[in-house]
């Protein structure tokens, strides 16, 4: 090989604009001071700004699928919050119709969820608060309002004061009088007291706690009649034998 062909071949690798030592390929750089050097100096920054839009655009795409995501998880949990809510409500005898959101709060919801994924998670999470406030509303009714109570439980608060009140003052008559006629007379008129301690108490519970619209009141008429019967069969049972041991 000729010093013509080593000079030649050197000239041609000069002018091929992607060749370079060690196997790596990286776009020629021109000389500065033309129109070629202006013109790569703005493709560069071009190539940079892209590069930056590309990253960003993959940062925000996975930010929306995270809260994508998220919102899908929080309302499964509101829904899930709501639907014993609901039942509870309809039990105190909530209108349905109220239960239902209007058509403003509807354009309303719908307005604030126009904002993507991350406002729609946002509001998601406000309905979670607000559930958990009604929930501590509910118990906190629940526990000062025996409406709330169940119905044996409820009732009971009825028939208990007047199944122990015939019967208390057998009691505190004896205890005053001793085995006499005033005893006497006190055990008689108190036979028939059960009965009129359970019907007061049947009206009782029908006032105190009424049924919703379309049903019929829970009275738990058999609890009822053992509440009653049973006070006033203990102590007179028990009055008798003393009045017969005295």
Do not use: K
Not at 102 to 123: F, I, K, N, Y
Not at 171 to 196: H, Q
Request: with cysteine; glycine share 10%; hydrophobic share 50%.
């Amino acid at each position: 090989m000729n010093d013509g062909e080593v000079g030649g071949r050197a000239v041609t690798a000069a002018a091929v604009p992607g060749r370079q030592r060690d196997g790596a390929r990286v776009p020629a750089q021109p000389a500065g001071g033309d129109p070629v050097s202006a013109a790569w100096t703005d493709y560069l920054a071009a190539a940079r700004q892209l590069d930056g839009v590309r990253r960003d655009a993959v940062t925000a795409a996975g930010e929306q699928a995270r809260s994508v995501q998220a919102a899908r998880e929080e309302l499964t949990a509101v829904r899930t919050r709501l639907a014993p809510q609901e039942a509870r409500l309809r039990e105190l005898g909530v209108p349905p119709i109220s239960l239902v959101p209007t058509p403003p709060e509807l354009t309303e919801a719908a307005r604030s969820m126009a904002g993507g994924p991350a406002a729609v998670l946002a509001g998601l999470r406000a309905a979670h608060d607000r559930a958990e406030a009604a929930d501590a509303a509910l118990a906190a009714r629940g526990r000062v309002n025996p409406a709330g109570w169940p119905a044996p439980l409820r009732n009971l608060l009825v028939y208990a004061p007047l199944a122990l009140l015939v019967p208390v003052i057998q009691v505190v008559v004896y205890l005053a009088t001793g085995p006499g006629a005033a005893s006497v007379a006190a055990l008689i008129c108190g036979l028939p007291m059960p009965a009129v301690a359970f019907a007061a108490g049947w009206i009782g519970t029908g006032r105190l706690f009424p049924a919703r619209p379309g049903r019929r009141a829970n009275r738990t008429t058999r609890l009822g009649a053992l509440v009653c019967l049973v006070p006033a069969v203990l102590v007179t049972a028990g009055l008798l034998l003393a009045l017969l041991a005295g």
